[in-house]
């Protein structure tokens, strides 16, 4: 009777064990339902963008000497008083607020090998940068420096010039974005459309700069000034973004 009763209790605990689990099962076999969001109808992404020509208004003129010789110390002490002479000249003129500045450039000194690798004597070089918005007073300081040559020049749209005309090629950029978009709007059935998101940018087109062409020329007035051509720069705002039609 005793061993019936035990059997049957345990029966019933197997039972009740049994359906408490099911909930947690059935949980645990459910698959798992993931929403996937739709991006809304009637989006489009834009983009656009305006350009006006700024006159150049900065140049940057690089000068710069290269020195060889069989002792690192001769070539060092050469390419100095290349730099100091020059450099004497430049602070002659410099002047503040973006007129004329005055940087030193690079310094470097190299090895110089012949064909069975061993070292046979040195070649340095060394540079200077002279820039602003005075052009007159630098073209003629082209002219007069005699212990380098000029390397490099470069016209550019300086940063003031560049200010002032960004607020205005930007409104335009803008303007020509909204009035594609309500061309988009139109051309697919809708009244109108409103702005999602939008990005604004702004960048000058500077020029690389470029190897001096007319080296020969001032070898042979060295004392004349720079000849200077600036002409004009541009200044370009784009827009991207999206509209969504309404």
């Not at 489009?44 to 020509?53: E, F, G, K, P, R």
């Amino acid at each position: 009777m005793t061993s019936t009763m035990n059997r049957q209790t345990l029966i019933l605990l197997s039972a009740c064990l049994l359906s408490a689990s099911l909930p947690t099962l059935a949980r645990a076999q459910a698959p798992v339902v993931q929403t996937v969001q739709k991006d809304p109808e009637g989006v489009i992404s834009l983009n656009s963008s305006a350009t006006v020509q700024v006159p150049n208004d900065w140049i940057a003129v690089d000068f710069s000497t290269t020195k060889e010789g069989v002792d690192a110390g001769a070539v060092q002490a050469a390419l100095k008083e290349a730099l100091g002479a020059a450099l004497a000249q430049a602070r002659q003129v410099a002047k503040p607020d973006g007129h004329v500045e005055v940087q030193g450039g690079g310094f470097s000194l190299q090895p110089r090998f012949n064909n069975k690798g061993v070292v046979n004597g040195w070649t340095g070089t060394t540079s200077l940068v002279v820039q602003g918005r005075d052009m007159g007073t630098i073209a003629e300081l082209a002219g007069r420096i005699q212990a380098m040559t000029v390397s490099n020049l470069d016209y550019s749209v300086s940063r003031e010039a560049r200010e002032k005309v960004e607020g205005d090629v930007a409104a335009q950029a803008i303007a020509r974005f909204r009035a594609k978009a309500a061309d988009y709007a139109k051309a697919f059935g809708y009244a109108t459309f409103t702005v999602r998101e939008a990005n604004v940018n702004t960048d000058s087109g500077r020029p690389s700069p470029r190897p001096f062409a007319m080296r020969d020329k001032l070898m042979q007035s060295a004392s004349d000034a720079l000849p200077v051509e600036a002409g004009s720069g541009a200044v370009t705002a784009n827009v991207n973004g999206s509209v969504q039609l309404k």
